[in-house]
């Protein structure tokens, strides 16, 4: 980062922040010795925890065992790019760059933003989550093959060998540390029924010397301030459930019980009342849930009830926004994290959480319904064989709740039962949280529009983080999401990555059941206001502006991947496989179609992190002057 960004992410912090990351600085300073100091671990250590896998579907079982059959062949795929060397893994390199990250020096020396000195480091951190050790855990826990746990213990002692505490960049990141624990456990836990397993862990002095070190490191440097996103989630996460399921250390308690405190506070400054993530980023919804379940049935009757009750509500929000095929919204940053992977990659992860949240709350009437062979994830059922949740007095939702009003999130969508379902979210809410509004995008007043759970207007996604600005600025801008821009500029200013300077202020003025209504001031004083209706399976879309009048104004549509376009001046003849659609867009602007553009970008999908594929946008170009009207005809 230039020093600017720096002086624009000081700006965004409280006195008490800035006291508090100097502390942290002059700390980190001071541990360059803390990698000599040595684990002091209890004489009598045992791991009380292993789960059960009794009742996992076929179909779960099946896409758990291809998974780890291509890890055990050493392939696999971490954000687009194919690896085929994790037999052997190379814990510091980058596949994508060919570059190697310093492994021998001080941890917080190294520039691991910079992708000269590392390369791209969400490729070199991803496989060192540990989350493909978990899968073949839980491959050796479902067929009891000794070539899985082997696996296992062979990564795990060739990753404590290359990353000795506070060597190389596994050791500057939080999050990375949180979850690799959290990992650790449920290795632990499902190779329970392996001869080898007390050997690789409790009776291990190096496996003891890196849990310690991990959890020191944890309690040392919290996320703190406009930083206490998801990452404190992950640290707190991580740090409860191996205090409690590796208490085999004279800090243990202590460490447990900071961390039963912390996690509920920040659920509790993480989740609106509605049960939505705060961050308005619908990945990082699931990645906070996967966290706070997984701590909390670790720790058990230590968790208080206002836990157990955050999680619920998370669970009854994801319950409410899906769309028919279980997919919830595109919103916000995505990076593919997960909190706990014990499933193959062909099982659905949102339909895997509604599961667990069934077996662990029960699920409500309104909730819908998950297919069969998805009911017995791996997850569902190993989160299950925990133990039971405490009885839960406070009511739930009566009925779906398509207007979660405190994030501004409206879904209007056609009335149950009748066949092909038209879903659209409307977006109303805050920017996003805390001061620096980290994984928000400039898209107020935004929607997605899905035919059938078929992306038809839809948000492109995120892409990337670090490495490519400007594709990080495109994914994240206003002309990159269904909505208009004014003045060629975005709603909200970026102060760079993970910044924003200034944030667009929006307001729902009316929801009811087809009809949206919201306005925000990122243009200010111009105002932007739209209003959605969705009615006899036709949605119309009103633009107005108040304000000046004769600032120059681009209306985006963004349609899907599987969507083609044939524009004539302002009707667009939309079809994807089976179905077709007419896009009757505003005559007042001027409208084409652009594709897979470059320079500047223009036209793309992300379906996952690291990976775009073209799609069709399309870009009216005028002004605002008279209210702009789009009809979309299913």
């Not at 206490?228 to 459930?241: F, K, P, R, S, T």
């Not at 399921?245 to 009342?273: I, M, Y």
């Not at 619920?312 to 994290?337: E, F, H, K, T």
């Not at 999401?481 to 500029?489: A, I, R, S």
């Amino acid at each position: 980062m230039d020093p600017a960004w720096y002086l624009r992410r000081l700006s965004a912090m409280s006195p008490a922040e800035v006291a508090g990351r100097a502390t942290d600085a002059l700390r980190k300073q001071q541990w360059r010795g803390v990698a000599k100091q040595k684990a002091t671990w209890l004489p009598h250590r045992a791991f009380a925890g292993p789960a059960s896998v009794d009742g996992v579907s076929a179909e779960a079982r099946a896409e758990l065992l291809a998974t780890a059959e291509r890890l055990m062949d050493g392939h696999a795929e971490y954000f687009g790019v194919e690896r085929a060397d994790l037999v052997t893994p190379d814990w510091s390199f980058d596949p994508k760059t060919g570059r190697h990250a310093p492994a021998d020096a001080y941890s917080f020396d190294i520039a691991y933003r910079s992708e000269d000195t590392v390369g791209d480091i969400k490729q070199i951190w991803e496989p060192s989550r540990h989350q493909h050790l978990t899968v073949l855990a839980a491959a050796y826990a479902l067929t009891g093959e000794d070539r899985y746990a082997h696996r296992v213990a062979d990564h795990l002692k060739s990753w404590w060998a290359a990353n000795p505490p506070m060597r190389g960049v596994h050791w500057v990141s939080g999050i990375e540390l949180g979850i690799r624990l959290l990992s650790w456990v449920w290795v632990r836990r499902l190779l329970d029924g392996w001869s080898g397993a007390s050997g690789l862990f409790e009776d291990n002095p190096e496996a003891l010397h890196q849990i310690w070190h991990h959890q020191r490191w944890l309690a040392a440097f919290p996320s703190r301030g406009s930083s206490a996103n998801n990452h404190v989630i992950a640290e707190d996460a991580g740090q409860l459930a191996a205090a409690c399921a590796f208490d085999w250390f004279p800090e243990s308690p202590a460490w447990r019980d900071a961390a039963v405190k912390s996690l509920d506070t920040q659920l509790q400054a993480n989740t609106f009342a509605s049960g939505l993530n705060r961050e308005l980023a619908t990945e990082y919804h699931g990645l906070v849930l996967e966290l706070g379940l997984a701590a909390a049935l670790e720790a058990g009757p230590l968790v208080p009830t206002s836990t157990w009750l955050v999680l619920r509500r998370m669970c009854d929000a994801l319950a409410s926004i899906v769309d028919s095929s279980l997919r919830p919204p595109r919103q916000g940053d995505a990076d593919d994290g997960y909190g706990l992977i014990v499933d193959g990659t062909g099982t659905s992860r949102w339909a895997s959480l509604l599961a667990t949240g069934d077996a662990l709350f029960g699920r409500q009437e309104w909730w819908p319904k998950v297919p069969g062979s998805l009911n017995n994830t791996v997850l569902a059922v190993v989160f299950s064989s925990l133990g039971t949740v405490p009885e839960l007095a406070d009511p739930r939702p009566p009925r779906r709740i398509d207007d979660l009003f405190d994030a501004g999130m409206t879904i209007l969508r056609t009335p149950a039962g009748e066949p092909e379902e038209i879903w659209v979210r409307c977006d109303g809410g805050p920017h996003g949280l805390l001061a620096i509004a980290a994984h928000a995008h400039a898209d107020a007043l935004a929607l997605e529009v899905r035919h059938d759970g078929v992306d038809i207007l839809a948000d492109p996604g995120t892409y990337c983080y670090h490495g490519e600005p400007e594709w990080r600025s495109y994914f994240r801008s206003t002309l990159g999401h269904n909505t208009l821009q004014l003045g060629d500029t975005d709603q909200s200013t970026s102060g760079g990555p993970f910044l924003w300077t200034r944030h667009a202020r929006t307001r729902t003025l009316a929801v009811g059941p087809v009809r949206w209504r919201a306005e925000h001031d990122g243009y200010a004083p111009a105002v932007h206001r739209r209003c959605v209706e969705l009615e006899d399976r036709t949605l119309t879309i009103l633009d107005e502006v108040d304000g000046d009048l004769t600032l120059p104004a681009k209306l985006a549509f963004h349609l899907g991947p599987l969507v083609e376009v044939t524009l004539d001046g302002s009707t667009a003849r939309l079809s994807w496989p089976g179905h077709t659609a007419t896009l009757a867009l505003p005559p007042a602007l001027t409208w084409t179609a652009h594709r897979g553009e470059t320079s500047p970008p223009l036209g793309w999908y992300s379906a996952g992190f690291g990976r775009r594929e073209p799609s069709t946008t399309l870009i009216g170009v005028g002004t605002a002057a008279k209210p702009l009207t789009t009809t979309l005809s299913f």
